[in-house]
């Protein structure tokens, strides 16, 4: 603990690794891996440890699933600077709408995939138009009503329309 809460844990790579292996040990409880785990992704964000980043945000979402400090992790995910840049805003959306679901949250898990279906549409990442697809697709198995599907696919076409227009005129 008392290495976890000075900045030699941000500077250090392999210190940082040792915490991580002792962290992700099963043995400990579950509540205390998630916070040291949380301690350990602030750490490796601010050292720019992109490895331990990713294996220390993963540990937590797992812990998550599993129902262990899932609420601790949807908040964590609501803040871009939490988990970036291990995660993408895409991967924490996807994250916690799976979260939600897995508890029976439908609408919550809809409202989180809607918003990354604009947000997709709005940036324009390379595959938009398939992943914007691919969440109106899960949207619909979360059993969307029937005004909130339609109106998310007429959005889809008006952009892939105005994008096909702005390939052919180039």
Known sequence: ???????????????????????????????????????????????????????????????????????????????DSSYHPAWSKSDAAWSAAGLYERDGMLVEARQML????????????????????DILAKIGELGASANELPMLEKRLEDVRARSTISRSEE
Do not use: W
């Open 1 to 79: 603990d008392s290495i976890l809460d000075t900045e030699i844990a941000s500077q250090s790579e392999a210190i940082l690794f040792r915490l991580l292996e002792y962290e992700l040990d099963e043995k400990r409880t579950g509540k205390k891996r998630f916070e040291d785990l949380r301690r350990i992704l602030r750490h490796a964000i601010n050292g720019n440890h992109n490895a331990i980043m990713v294996e220390a945000i993963d540990g937590m979402e797992q812990l998550a699933r599993e129902g262990i400090c899932t609420g601790e992790f949807l908040s964590l995910l609501l803040d």
């Open 114 to 133: 809607e918003t990354e279906f604009h947000h997709i549409l709005s940036d324009k990442p390379y595959g938009y138009l398939e992943q914007a697809e």
